[in-house]
């Protein structure tokens, strides 16, 4: 009887112990919420393309072989592009404006959309002679007034291969 008494009041002691050693932990605040659906309306300035080879990544090449900055090979620094809504807040109209005639990957002008599962991980852009799918390389705050979207190059064999794939980043007009 007596071994059970010491052993309750020594479990009584330790839980003592952690109760009163328990401090409140205060975090900072989190901050505004990412929303690439807001984000994405607006007025866009292209400010880097930069090419990624998978096939070289994938194989173990060297770095200066897997990237290249193609912003500067052709006139990119005039390119901007405006979304706007349509009211729905998940799709619109988009319009690049190109004065130094370079290389678009996708139609100039066309409607948008997002899709992929529900979630709002993907651009539909749909133009008069063909039909685009962009991912969103990375999700930023709208008050960062940044982009990032990703443009994959495939082929097909049975599944969906990428063999190179271009990241956009622009800055808020």
């Known amino acids: ?84 809504d349509a009211g729905t807040g998940l799709s619109g109209t988009y319009a690049f404006t190109n004065p130094g005639n370079a290389p678009l990957f996708v139609a100039p002008t066309g409607n948008f959309s997002f899709f992929e599962n529900g979630a709002s991980q993907r651009l539909k852009l749909v133009g008069t002679t063909r039909t685009d799918s962009i991912d969103f390389a990375k999700a930023y705050r709208v008050s960062e007034n940044k982009l990032a979207l990703r443009y994959n190059r495939a082929f097909y064999t049975g599944t969906k291969k990428v063999f190179v794939y271009y990241d956009f980043n622009f800055s808020r007009n």
């Open 1 to 84: 009887m007596k071994k059970i008494i010491t052993i309750c009041f020594a479990a009584f002691i330790v839980l003592c112990l952690f109760a009163t050693s328990c401090k409140k932990i205060s975090y900072s605040e989190i901050g505004e919420s990412i929303s690439v659906e807001k984000n994405l309306i607006g007025n866009w300035k292209l400010d880097s393309i930069i090419q990624v080879d998978q096939t070289a990544a994938d194989k173990g090449f060297p770095a200066f072989v897997q990237k290249l900055n193609i912003t500067t090979l052709f006139p990119y620094n005039t390119v901007s592009v405006k979304f706007t």
